[in-house]
């Protein structure tokens, strides 16, 4: 019988798969992430029999042609088996690291490298470094933002800016300290804090 294989994948496309009758084994990604829904994908060969893929350390959710993996937040390592849901033999168990997104940032219109703001800028965006090979949407809820050397703040609902706050840009001097403190919620839906700081920069 030739061996199986299942590719466990965070981001690749969905194989067609007959997820009741495949024989699978593993070609490892090395680590499932925290606070993401992981997807594993399945490809087989060989010879086919009822399958069914269990853990006790990841929540998976079987979807039409892929699981999705949330590993628990408690645990550094995961195993993912396969067995055969006719005599229940372990197939394939598989090794996995279990480790933190990276952490996301505050941009200027989505311009990582910048740390300049204006009355020209239009929205705030919270992201994760563009050359993770993950991309996660966060969701900008409120926030407040001080101005330092004019000792104010100001207060504000979602990422876009609004015309208020780009008055009060468009008359800051060049190189004012602008902090912004944030509440966004990351793509599990848990509600998380953010910080960062800019210079204001007319151009």
């Given amino acids: 019988m030739k061996t199986p294989f299942l ?6 496309s969905m194989p067609m798969v007959n997820w009741s009758q495949t024989n699978l084994s593993v070609s490892e990604t090395p680590r499932l992430f925290r606070g993401y829904d992981n997807k594993i994908n399945l490809g087989s060969q060989g010879k086919k029999q009822n399958i069914e893929v269990f853990s006790n350390d990841v929540e998976l959710i079987q979807k039409e042609t892929y699981y999705i993996a949330r590993p628990k937040s ?8 396969v067995r055969s849901t006719k005599s229940k033999d372990t197939l394939e168990t598989y090794h996995f690291t279990i480790a933190n997104l990276p952490q996301a940032f505050i941009t200027v219109d989505g311009n990582e490298t910048s740390k300049t703001i204006s009355e020209k800028n239009k929205a705030f965006a919270v992201q994760l470094p563009s050359d993770f090979p993950i991309q996660s949407q966060f969701e900008v809820i409120q926030g407040e933002i001080n101005i330092q050397t004019a000792n104010k703040t100001f207060k504000f609902n979602g990422p876009i800016f609004s015309d208020e706050f780009k008055t009060i840009l468009a008359g800051l001097e060049n190189g004012t300290l602008i902090q912004v403190a944030m509440q966004v919620k990351d793509p599990q839906g848990i509600l998380r804090k953010s910080q960062a700081e800019f210079r204001v920069l007319h151009e």
């Fill in 7 to 12: 590719i466990l994948s965070l981001f690749a």
């Fill in 74 to 81: 408690s645990l550094k390592t995961a195993q993912i088996f």
